[in-house]
């Protein structure tokens, strides 16, 4: 039997403490598989009950189920190895220190304020990003950034000839035995997020960025719901070797730390955290919105975490203290395992 009894008891509580609305979550350890479904998809305008089959606005998981898995594909394939300049993709960048591997473990030093950012139209916001400045942060600090995704997105945009988002649709989610992951979602099969202008958001991301730039945002815009999440869990953790559309070689390559001595270790993609005992690397990433994923490839076990911890505001900073303790006491009893 899969015991995580602390980690499911902290779970739950963030619901019986209204720190969040709901949640839904799943342990996996090998062929076992235990989910489960506590509290409400909404709290406001009304209540209403949260389904084992729910949609979530997965926030910045898009970055590593979405757009990486199309860079790893081409990876995969010997089309790219990430050494590439970005300005190979995008001319108009300014700095040809930039390679896509800086990108993918958020070492670019790219950063800058985009004055009245959420105002921008696609195209300004996107030239924009295009032209923030390269910081002295390049190669010393790991600094997570959308920024670093939506130029990724930029690349794929000039390797396909179509928006970063329909190409990870044709190219990733299609070619899976996937049901309900989509950048276009059924509003009603969507949990609610915050509240925008009055209203409140459901089936539309939440992120002002992907918003604004839609089919071009490489770092939010996807949905999925836990049956999925699943799928592409048992991909990673090898339990299910022909999931995902590139090889078990390359899904290998994620549970390594890509940065160099001195900077926080960081994965393509993915953020690391290491076993308490043995202290080797396990990834996770999660989502603004509440989600979250932590897998461990060497004793095929992981934790799926879906929560809309932004409804009805998103001012909700005990979650984040709660989502910590989470990790720590999943990585703690999956010691034990």
């Known amino acids: 039997m899969i015991d995580y009894n602390k980690t499911q008891h902290l779970i739950e509580s963030m619901v019986f403490e209204r720190v969040v609305p709901g949640v839904n979550y799943t342990f996996i350890k090998g062929k076992q598989i235990s989910t489960s479904t506590t ?3 909404s709290i406001y305008p009304e209540v209403t009950q949260l389904s084992p089959f729910a949609e979530y606005d997965l926030a910045s998981l898009t970055k590593v189920l979405a757009t990486e898995n199309v860079l790893l594909k081409l990876y995969d394939q010997g089309k790219l190895n990430f050494t590439e300049p970005l ?8 700095d040809p220190r930039i390679r896509l591997y800086h990108l993918l473990t958020h070492t670019s030093g790219i950063r800058g304020w985009i004055p009245h950012r959420d105002e921008l139209s696609h195209d300004e916001l996107l030239k924009a990003i295009v032209n923030l400045p390269v910081t002295d942060e390049f190669e010393h600090k790991m600094r997570y950034a959308d920024t670093n995704f939506i130029l990724l997105g930029l690349v794929i945009k000039k390797i396909f000839g179509k928006p970063v988002q329909a190409v990870a649709t044709q190219e990733v989610l299609k070619q899976m035995p996937l049901e309900n992951t989509t950048f276009a979602p059924q509003k009603d099969d969507c949990i609610p997020t915050a509240i925008l202008d009055g209203q409140v958001l459901q089936g539309i991301p939440h992120d002002p960025k992907a918003r604004q730039l839609k089919a071009d945002c ?3 815009g996807l949905f999925s719901n836990m049956r999925d999440l699943i799928t592409f869990a048992q991909g990673y953790l090898g339990l299910k070797r022909d999931i995902l559309p590139y090889s078990q070689d390359t899904v290998s390559l994620l549970f ?6 001195g900077v926080k270790p960081r994965s393509w993609g993915w953020d690391l955290r290491f076993d308490p005992h043995e202290h080797y690397p396990i990834i996770l990433h999660t989502g603004f919105t509440g989600t979250l994923i932590i897998l461990d490839r060497l004793k095929r076990s992981g934790l799926i975490l879906l929560t809309n911890r932004v409804h009805p505001t998103g001012h909700n900073t005990i979650f984040l203290a709660m989502r910590e303790k989470i990790i720590r006491n999943f990585l703690n009893e999956n010691t034990k395992i």
């Open 39 to 41: 509290g409400f998809a």
């Open 87 to 94: 300005q190979e993709f995008v001319p108009e960048f300014h």
């Open 218 to 220: 490489g770092s939010a």
């Open 256 to 261: 390594d730390n890509k940065n160099p001595q």
